[in-house]
Protein backbone atom coordinates (compact mmCIF):
# COMPACT_ATOMS: atom_id res chain seq x y z
CA UNK A 1 0.00 0.00 0.00
CA UNK A 2 1.37 3.52 -0.76
CA UNK A 3 1.55 5.82 1.69
CA UNK A 4 1.78 9.48 1.40
CA UNK A 5 3.36 12.46 3.36
CA UNK A 6 2.39 16.62 3.27
CA UNK A 7 4.56 18.89 4.09
CA UNK A 8 5.66 22.65 3.08
CA UNK A 9 2.56 24.17 4.63
CA UNK A 10 3.45 27.87 6.91
CA UNK A 11 2.21 31.19 7.45
CA UNK A 12 2.23 33.49 4.93
CA UNK A 13 1.16 36.96 3.71
CA UNK A 14 -1.65 37.41 1.38
CA UNK A 15 0.68 37.56 -2.11
CA UNK A 16 3.83 35.86 -0.98
CA UNK A 17 4.23 31.81 -2.21
CA UNK A 18 3.98 28.81 -0.90
CA UNK A 19 5.48 25.30 -2.53
CA UNK A 20 3.72 22.00 -1.05
CA UNK A 21 5.26 18.76 -1.58
CA UNK A 22 3.72 15.84 -1.37
CA UNK A 23 6.61 11.80 -1.05
CA UNK A 24 4.88 9.23 -1.57
CA UNK A 25 6.22 5.29 -0.11
CA UNK A 26 5.74 1.64 -0.41
CA UNK A 27 4.90 2.12 -4.58
CA UNK A 28 5.95 4.41 -7.06
CA UNK A 29 2.88 6.65 -8.06
CA UNK A 30 2.93 6.91 -11.43
CA UNK A 31 0.72 4.54 -11.83
CA UNK A 32 -2.29 6.59 -10.15
CA UNK A 33 -3.48 9.72 -11.17
CA UNK A 34 -2.77 12.09 -8.16
CA UNK A 35 -4.44 15.60 -6.73
CA UNK A 36 -4.79 18.15 -4.29
CA UNK A 37 -7.57 18.76 -2.17
CA UNK A 38 -8.23 21.43 0.89
CA UNK A 39 -10.09 22.24 3.30
CA UNK A 40 -11.20 25.77 5.08
CA UNK A 41 -12.27 25.80 8.48
CA UNK A 42 -16.16 24.90 8.95
CA UNK A 43 -16.30 23.89 5.03
CA UNK A 44 -16.11 21.13 3.35
CA UNK A 45 -12.82 19.67 1.74
CA UNK A 46 -12.81 20.68 -1.78
CA UNK A 47 -10.77 20.05 -5.10
CA UNK A 48 -7.41 22.25 -5.95
CA UNK A 49 -5.75 20.25 -8.49
CA UNK A 50 -5.28 17.28 -10.45
CA UNK A 51 -2.74 15.53 -12.64
CA UNK A 52 -2.94 12.65 -14.76
CA UNK A 53 -0.74 9.16 -14.13
CA UNK A 54 0.96 10.26 -17.34
CA UNK A 55 1.76 13.66 -16.61
CA UNK A 56 -0.46 14.78 -19.54
CA UNK A 57 -2.64 16.25 -18.21
CA UNK A 58 -4.02 18.69 -15.51
CA UNK A 59 -7.32 20.03 -14.28
CA UNK A 60 -7.34 23.24 -11.82
CA UNK A 61 -10.31 24.84 -10.04
CA UNK A 62 -11.29 27.96 -11.20
CA UNK A 63 -10.40 29.55 -7.96
CA UNK A 64 -6.82 28.78 -8.15
CA UNK A 65 -6.21 28.41 -12.22
CA UNK A 66 -3.54 31.50 -12.73
CA UNK A 67 -2.11 30.96 -9.51
CA UNK A 68 -0.98 27.18 -9.01
CA UNK A 69 0.79 24.54 -10.54
CA UNK A 70 1.00 20.77 -10.42
CA UNK A 71 3.63 18.80 -10.69
CA UNK A 72 5.28 15.51 -10.33
CA UNK A 73 8.73 14.36 -10.23
CA UNK A 74 8.50 10.25 -10.83
CA UNK A 75 12.02 10.12 -10.03
CA UNK A 76 11.44 10.96 -6.84
CA UNK A 77 8.21 10.10 -6.43
CA UNK A 78 7.05 13.45 -5.22
CA UNK A 79 4.07 15.81 -6.38
CA UNK A 80 4.49 18.84 -5.75
CA UNK A 81 1.65 22.22 -5.88
CA UNK A 82 3.21 25.84 -6.83
CA UNK A 83 1.48 28.47 -4.96
CA UNK A 84 1.26 31.71 -6.22
CA UNK A 85 -0.32 35.20 -5.14
CA UNK A 86 -2.00 33.84 -1.89
CA UNK A 87 -5.05 34.87 -1.45
CA UNK A 88 -6.83 34.90 2.64
CA UNK A 89 -9.40 32.79 1.07
CA UNK A 90 -6.55 29.99 0.03
CA UNK A 91 -6.35 29.22 3.73
CA UNK A 92 -7.11 25.93 4.91
CA UNK A 93 -5.25 22.22 5.49
CA UNK A 94 -4.03 20.36 2.11
CA UNK A 95 -4.15 17.41 1.25
CA UNK A 96 -2.48 15.20 -1.44
CA UNK A 97 -4.56 12.21 -2.83
CA UNK A 98 -3.91 9.24 -5.01
CA UNK A 99 -6.80 8.01 -7.57
CA UNK A 100 -7.24 5.04 -9.56
CA UNK A 101 -8.67 6.86 -12.23
CA UNK A 102 -6.60 8.72 -15.15
CA UNK A 103 -7.63 12.33 -14.02
CA UNK A 104 -10.43 13.28 -11.75
CA UNK A 105 -11.84 16.68 -10.13
CA UNK A 106 -13.83 14.39 -7.59
CA UNK A 107 -13.31 14.06 -4.02
CA UNK A 108 -15.16 10.78 -4.16
CA UNK A 109 -12.81 9.10 -6.68
CA UNK A 110 -9.51 9.66 -4.56
CA UNK A 111 -8.82 6.31 -2.09
CA UNK A 112 -5.50 7.48 -0.42
CA UNK A 113 -4.90 10.31 1.77
CA UNK A 114 -2.19 12.11 2.97
CA UNK A 115 -2.44 13.47 6.92
CA UNK A 116 -2.50 17.05 5.54
CA UNK A 117 -0.13 20.10 5.65
CA UNK A 118 -1.96 23.88 7.15
CA UNK A 119 -1.96 27.02 5.04
CA UNK A 120 -2.49 29.75 6.65
CA UNK A 121 -2.83 33.26 3.98
CA UNK A 122 -3.20 36.68 6.39
CA UNK A 123 -4.24 39.65 5.09
Known amino acids: QMQLVESGGGLVQAGGSLRLSCSASGRTFSGYGMGWFRQAPGKEREFVAA????????FYADSVADRFTISTDNAKNALYLQMNSLKPEDTGVYYC????????????????WGQGTRVTVSP
Open 97 to 112: AATAAVISRNVNEYGL
Open 51 to 58: ISRSGGGR
